[in-house]
């Protein structure tokens, strides 16, 4: 660092252990503005503490400090605002936070419940069992709740009927800060909990939308936990290859890098753990999104509005001096060259598509009108990914394809070792728990770059993406199902049946061909 550049420090860059903050008394730090921050090790008696001070030249204070606990000192500067956030959490309720709603781990439904405890009991138990999405849909004689787990819907008891579901309704839209009085229009919202549960609190934001429906109105909730939203990029599922060249690409100076596949498949994730990883202090990352899904910090998120569409925010960011730009879906020609304009002019571009395969986002950009040269020029590459089902662990067992999947797959399953869960109470009887990735990953190189920039058709840049080792949707799922990991169910269910007959006739030739 230049020597002109005072070392700079904020709180964010520390852990807040509650028991190493109170190794002060409290009337001490307040007195003296300073704070612990990390852990103490009880253990290590001569490694140093760090210690927040407003004023870390203060000699006496530290002096006092080091009697206090008999160690070394390792001062730190922070402005009082972080002290007293530190100080919170370890003297008072925790850091600061605000929120809509408390909700209890754990809690039980009385034996009437009114429409309060009804929704804080379907948020807590969304909670609880890892859900991405709550549905509750009304109908003329009936009311169902489900819950999205692992990328499936299932059905869940529930105590609220018809007579009950508009208070249901109101009682959300009162904590998403919608009109309760607005029935003819669709509504959207967004509210804040804050779990208790016995390992300590947690806040869990939940995005709602409220659409009207011939009996009533249907509610589905999207909870953003940023604890399994916010993903590294080594717990993704890529190969160690695929994702050292990931990295690779991130660490360009510049370039446009997209992620595609339909809703649901994680790009979001995927989008954020690159920005996780990027987000070193040394660059400004600026992102515009519709809507924010979680809040990351020192990340300049902008929330895309009717008064600040697409276009306009994107050419708003270019002038706040950003290093890396994350500009959501690219769904227009304007947008899209903002994107490119962006990525081309020394700026890492992060974006989306919705493509069935990383070839197929060419067309995609070339269908939106923008220029094949710069697209070649400032495309760095395209990631495709899908979300497939683990096998649970607990009830993994060996199995055989069936002859449906024999079929389709053809070949690909030569020498295959398929396994499969049987259920069980760990896996709540669905043989799988939790989810990975399957990914495609095109890398634009240069005689791709000179496909591109000519006009050569789909067919003739996926030709030459495989000569060059491209590794599909398909073939990368196949390895993890011989891994154990997931299932060729699954792998049927995520992936298109054309990619699939893509993926088996290219390596293998048409099996129809052959027999004729």
Known sequence: ???????????????????????????????????????????????????????????QVRELMVEFL???????????????TALEVGFGAGPRVTWDV???????????????????????????????????????????LRYRVDGILHQSYTDIDPRSVPGVVSRIKVLAGLDITERRRPQDGRLRAMVERPEGRKVV????????????????????????GLVPVEKLGMSPEMQATFLQLLSNPEGLVLVTGPTGSGKTTTLYSALARLNDGLRKIVTAEDPIEYYVPKV???????????????????????????????RDQETGNMALMAAATGHVVLGT???ADAVGSVARLRGLGLDDVDVADSLLAVLTQRLVRRICEQCAEDTRPTAEQATMMGRLLDGLRTRTGRGCAACHHTGYRGRLGIFELLVVEPDLQDLIAKGAPTVRLRRHARTLGLKT???????????????????????????????????YGSEHDAEA
């Open 1 to 59: 660092m230049s020597a002109n550049v005072p070392v700079f420090t904020e709180l964010a860059q520390f852990t807040l252990d509650r028991a190493s903050l109170r190794l002060l008394p409290e009337s001490f730090c307040r007195r003296n503005q300073v704070a612990v921050l990390g852990t103490v090790d009880p253990g290590a008696p001569d490694t140093p503490v760090t210690v927040g001070m407003t004023q870390p030249d203060n000699t």
């Open 70 to 84: 008999r160690r070394p000192l390792l001062p730190v500067r922070l402005n009082p605002y972080e002290i007293e």
């Open 102 to 144: 408390l909700l209890t781990s754990g809690m039980k439904l009385s034996t009437q419940p009114a429409p309060v405890e009804l929704v804080e009991h379907v948020l807590v138990s969304a909670v609880e069992m890892k859900a991405s999405d709550i549905h509750i849909e009304s109908y003329f004689d009936d009311v169902d």
């Open 205 to 228: 934001d939940f995005r709602v939308s409220v659409v009207p429906s011939p009996a009533g109105e249907d509610v589905v909730i999207r909870i953003l936990d940023a604890s399994v």
């Open 300 to 330: 300049n998120q902008k929330q895309v509005t009717p008064q600040m569409p697409y276009p306009m925010l994107l050419r708003s960011l270019l002038r706040q001096d950003p290093n890396v730009m994350l500009v959501g879906e690219v």
């Open 353 to 355: 598509l919705h493509t």
């Open 473 to 507: 949707l398909v073939e990368d799922g196949l390895l993890k199902v011989n891994a154990g990991i997931t299932t060729v169910a699954e792998l049927v269910r995520v992936v298109p049946y054309r990619v699939i007959v893509a993926t088996r006739d290219g390596r």
